[in-house]
């Protein structure tokens, strides 16, 4: 029997085989492999299809949260509100900006931050939380309009976490183009994947930006004299030239993401399953479903050849690094913590077969029934 992957990257390789390699001999005929022409074009191309004035190509999804962090103010010891059901780097990347993570409680219908706790968390420690890191999960964006109205009020800076999110849309406008900056991930499983790492912040602030360009490598304007303490994080031109070939096709591949969630829809109503909703704008990184019996449901559906993952099992406030040293928003976290013993994300990625979708969504049918 045949298993059905929960994601590929090599599949999205094998859909532009042909393009990637050309793109590839393009750069190594070149001779030059860092910062050079491929990353300032698809710099310019992936601002121009996010909608903003700069996109500043960077080493990795957690440097460009770090980095964006940086270039907003964010500074040693300053707290920096996000979420603990996310993917750890989000809370890695606030620690290596120097921040101290405050942990806000989720919706449960979105898995984004929750707005009102968020507004609660921010009234209770004026002037003490310097930025908020807005992460839109799974694909389906938070509640961003809300959010950045909270935000504005407080006086505090927003900064999307879009790793999962590339090219999703709230009321027809791109995430990561509502806050100050926003952090972007390139790994082999995104939705817009490199064939290596990469990452990117995206920024409408020309100041932003011209700090962001600073940070990435030592801090250099000219070579070899550092204006401000800087790192090394720096998009390679072979990784580049891959999304340059990929970007073109990320809508397309978000539409095939979206029908197959649909059909994923259609096959799992009626089943007791908790499901993702199809709004417009969510681009499926993932499809998360909720079940009491995940185990059982797990099981047989390994058993039937079909492979799920849950993202994320753990909330970052109960894990060992972080346990008991970071702050607790208004209302705790009750949520995040029901929703851990339950989530599973089914196969998902935009070559995935009709037929094996099919396959799928009659398995998990058939194991939610028996469960």
Not at 333 to 343: A, P
Request: overall charge neutral; hydrophobic content about 45%.
């Amino acid at each position: 029997m045949k298993m059905i992957p929960q994601s590929s990257p090599k599949a999205s390789y094998l859909a532009h085989r042909e393009a990637i390699g050309q793109a590839v001999a393009r750069v190594l005929d070149s001779g030059w492999y860092i910062l050079g022409s491929e990353t300032r074009a698809f710099e310019e191309e992936f601002a121009g299809y996010l909608g903003v004035r700069h996109a500043i190509g960077v080493a990795n999804g957690t440097d460009a949260v770090a980095l964006a962090l940086r270039a907003c103010g964010v500074g040693e010891g300053m707290q920096v509100a996000t979420v603990a059901h996310t993917a750890i780097a989000t809370i890695a990347a606030i620690e290596m900006a120097g921040g101290r993570p405050m942990f806000v409680d989720i919706d449960a219908a979105t898995y984004g931050m929750d707005p009102e706790k968020l507004d609660a968390t921010l009234a209770a420690h004026p002037g003490q939380i310097g930025a908020v890191v807005l992460v839109h999960l799974y694909g389906r964006p938070a509640d961003v309009r809300a959010i950045a109205s909270i935000c504005d009020r407080h006086g505090v800076a927003l900064i999307e976490d879009c790793a999962q999110a590339h090219g999703a849309t709230v009321a027809g406008r791109r995430v990561g183009t509502w806050g100050r900056a926003a952090a972007f991930s390139f790994y082999p499983t995104k939705n817009l994947g490199a064939l290596g790492d990469g990452g990117a912040v995206a920024t409408s602030e020309d100041a932003v930006a011209e700090r962001l360009r600073l940070l990435r490598q030592y801090g250099w304007k000219e070579r070899n004299n550092s204006l401000i303490a800087g790192v090394n994080s720096r998009l390679d031109e072979l990784q580049a030239a891959i999304l340059r070939v990929k970007l073109p096709a990320l809508d397309a591949e978000n539409s095939a993401r979206r029908r197959i969630a649909g059909r994923y829809t259609e096959l799992l109503q009626g089943t007791g399953l908790h499901l993702p909703g199809l709004d417009e704008g969510h681009v499926f990184h993932q499809y998360v479903i909720r079940s009491a019996q995940r185990t059982a449901l797990i099981d047989d559906l390994r058993r039937a050849g079909i492979e799920t993952a849950i993202h994320y099992p753990i909330p970052a406030h109960l894990q060992a690094a972080y346990r008991g040293r970071c702050g607790v928003g208004s209302g705790g976290l009750g949520v995040t913590e029901r929703i851990v013993g339950e989530i599973l994300s089914l196969p998902m990625f935009p070559q995935l077969p009709e037929v094996d979708a099919e396959r799928v969504g009659g398995a998990v049918r058939e194991g939610a029934t028996r469960v």
